[in-house]
């Protein structure tokens, strides 16, 4: 209905699709050309290669590793001796997190960091966390925190499964 | 005598690509922006080598962009509806691939900050756009518009 099979009478499919690779490969090199030209110019300069490993994203500016074990961070929630902030969207923070647990949405965070770390010292200990070992936001938020001068941050990877599946106190929104 | 034509493929074609185009255009610019959030996105898809991940992240939006305004201005269409399927293919078998075996990472689809993590419904838009891109195809390549007599 709103295509006919027809022959080409100016050019051949052979032609056609040498026509696309070469195309093809013209808007490869010019998009790669524009990529790596602007990223030279940029104030925030993408490295072309980084080091991808866990530890070394899991590294403070200064070089300090941000994880903490599940094992510190139970001890710490024990003695009351820390804060512990949610980095998940405010729907998963109300689906469920670890007990007296703040929320603090990476995505939300210009907005209520103010309101949430208002009342916590500069060297307060404050773990953050999200869900999944791939999850960036509590890396975001634990860098956000030390960027504002928080001297004691540190990032529970996983956090979220790793403290259900080690049944530490959590509050979930059908437990109220 | 003149025969009236019928305009309504004519108007398909133009109408899919620039939808297309728009739809090419708005995911690149968040990506051009936040280079190393796209990086990480990239990352967290676990599917390219480490040593890959940065210049993806960099070379890619610019591909998307480049596609997108040549399908708005009708530039190289040829070439640019062939990268479209292409692009189209593999980021469906990276969310299919990633859906499958359960990993829960952004989707970075549309934006590199929000947090939409990838799902069917994910997959079923990137399926649609790639309809209207084979339609595309077909059109660009050996197959004409039937507009009744010349």
């Known amino acids: 209905m709103f295509i006919q099979f027809q022959e080409k009478t100016s050019k051949t499919l052979g032609q056609q699709f040498l026509q696309s690779v070469w195309q093809c490969g013209a808007m490869f090199a010019l998009a790669v050309f524009l990529g790596f030209s602007i990223n030279q110019f940029r104030d925030s300069r993408l490295p072309l290669f980084e080091d991808g490993s866990m530890e070394a994203r899991l590294m403070s500016p200064s070089g300090e590793r941000l994880d903490i074990t599940l094992v510190e961070a139970k001890k710490l929630f024990l003695q009351e001796a820390v804060i512990i902030i949610d980095a998940r969207p405010n729907d998963d923070y109300e689906k469920g997190h670890i007990r007296d647990a703040r929320s603090l949405p990476w995505h939300e965070v210009d907005q209520r960091f103010m309101e949430v770390t208002k009342d916590i010292s500069v060297d307060t200990p404050i773990i953050t966390y999200c869900d999944g070992e791939t999850c960036e936001l509590s890396h975001h938020l634990a860098n956000f925190l030390l960027d504002l001068g928080f001297t004691n941050v540190r990032i529970l990877v996983n956090g979220w499964t790793k403290w259900q599946n080690a049944d530490l106190p959590i509050k979930k929104e059908d437990a109220d | ?150």
């Open chain 2, 1 to 150: 005598m003149t025969k009236k034509r019928n305009n309504l493929p004519r108007f398909f074609y133009h109408g899919a690509r620039l939808i297309l185009g728009v739809i090419f255009i708005y995911a690149s610019y968040d990506k051009i922006l936040h280079p190393k959030a796209f990086a990480e996105v990239v990352y967290n898809y676990q599917i390219l080598p480490d040593g890959l991940i940065n210049v993806t992240a960099i070379f890619l939006p610019w591909l998307e962009i480049l596609m997108g305004v040549f399908l708005i201005v009708g530039f190289w269409m040829p070439g640019t509806i062939i990268w479209c399927n292409i692009l189209l293919v593999v980021y469906i078998g990276a969310l299919c691939f990633n859906l499958a075996r359960g990993l829960d990472v952004n989707c970075g689809c549309f934006s590199t900050t929000k947090g939409s993590s990838i799902s069917i419904e994910t997959i079923l838009w990137d399926a649609a756009f790639l309809v209207l891109s084979v339609y595309l195809f077909f059109v660009v390549f050996g197959l004409k518009f039937n507009e009744g007599s010349k």
